[in-house]
């Protein structure tokens, strides 16, 4: 019996090793494999080796045999490839709502998906030092909790900090404590938020998780978000996240802009390669049309564009913006005097 048992977690370990101690350029031969599972105290033969890797492979495990560099074995494919774990490893870098000490824990894990040797360049290119990170250690409880929330269809309450211009022109945080509503997390302009309804107020308010500490979860159901929305049987994330423009809130209407060829480019990038475009009468101009919130962050991304974007319609649109100029040139203006 005790043998029986000893074999199915040489399997277990045999497995781990052609995950962690081999690639293409890392070939396996039986003394290589042997030496790794003694140092894991398990015994093995050279024959029972053979019938080990057979049953692995039956098992799913690409493990192939080679005679280059050497002659034994590697693990071909994995359940992330190389690239994919850079990609991965990358995005959590890039996270500025993960905190540092997170992200290091998040790199590691990630890391353990390649070989020992991958994961050794990987770390090599690693710099997380250098990034602007959130120092909030609670964001991993706080998505816990209010992932929670969101299926239990529960209110949360929760305090919510902000920066403030303090004394000495430095900044320091104040913090508000709400209850609310919590329909959807929504990763947006590389910052994560929590799309919610509070009670006295019949719309949608955004919330960056890196600011959210104490979440609680209530025993009181939420506010149905077709009260606050236009969604009725699903609040589509998705949807509403290429809808606003900032994570700004305010009424979704059609809009239609009149672009310059040259932006093509970042308006496909925004809106995806089937938006409606049409021909404009301008000479090397396009227009485009699409449904967003109209709102100071919907400005804010037209204005980007300076002279090579130009508001169609809605005319409430056009007045925002051409407002929004004008405070801008007066801004400079009284700089000069």
């Not at 979440?215 to 606003?244: H, Q």
Request: glycine share 4%.
């Amino acid at each position: 019996m005790a043998g029986n048992a000893n074999s199915k977690i040489k399997l277990l370990v045999l497995a781990d090793i052609f995950k962690r101690y081999s690639d293409e350029d890392h070939v396996l031969n039986s003394a290589d494999i042997i030496d790794r599972l003694e140092e894991c105290g398990i015994t093995a033969e050279r024959k029972s080796l053979y019938s080990d890797i057979s049953i692995l492979r039956e098992y799913g495990m690409d493990i192939i045999s080679t005679t280059t560099p050497k002659k034994g074995y590697f693990l071909g494919s994995r359940a992330f490839e190389l690239a994919e774990v850079r990609l991965l490893s990358d995005a959590v870098q890039a996270a500025d709502f993960i905190s540092a000490a997170k992200t290091r824990s998040l790199v590691a894990k990630i890391g353990k998906f390649a070989s020992e040797y991958q994961e050794k360049k990987l770390k090599e290119q690693i710099y997380i030092d250098a990034r602007p990170k959130c120092t909030n250690e609670e964001i991993y409880y706080s998505i816990d909790a209010l992932d929670s929330a969101i299926k239990s269809g529960k209110r949360v309450s929760l305090q919510y900090a902000r920066r403030v211009l303090g004394e000495k022109y430095t900044a320091r945080k104040e913090s508000r404590t709400f209850v609310l509503s919590p329909y959807a997390l929504i990763w947006s302009n590389d910052h994560y938020y929590l799309i919610a309804n509070n009670a006295k107020y019949d719309n949608l308010m955004h919330l960056r998780i890196d600011r959210i500490h104490s979440v609680e979860v209530l025993d009181e159901a939420i506010r149905p978000f077709r009260e606050v929305s236009p969604y009725t049987v699903r609040f589509n994330a998705a949807d509403y996240a290429g809808k606003v423009f900032n994570m700004f809130t305010g009424t979704t209407d059609v809009v239609e802009l009149e672009c310059d060829g040259n932006i093509l480019e970042q308006i496909l990038d925004r809106f995806g390669e089937n938006v409606n475009l049409r021909k404009s009468d301008r000479d090397g101009w396009f227009k485009v049309r699409f449904t967003a919130t109209v709102t100071d962050g919907l400005v804010s991304y037209i204005m980007q564009f300076g002279e090579f974007a130009r508001v169609v319609f809605p005319e409430n649109l056009q007045t925002m913006v051409q407002e929004k100029a004008k405070k801008i040139c007066k801004l400079y203006r009284q700089s000069d005097e």
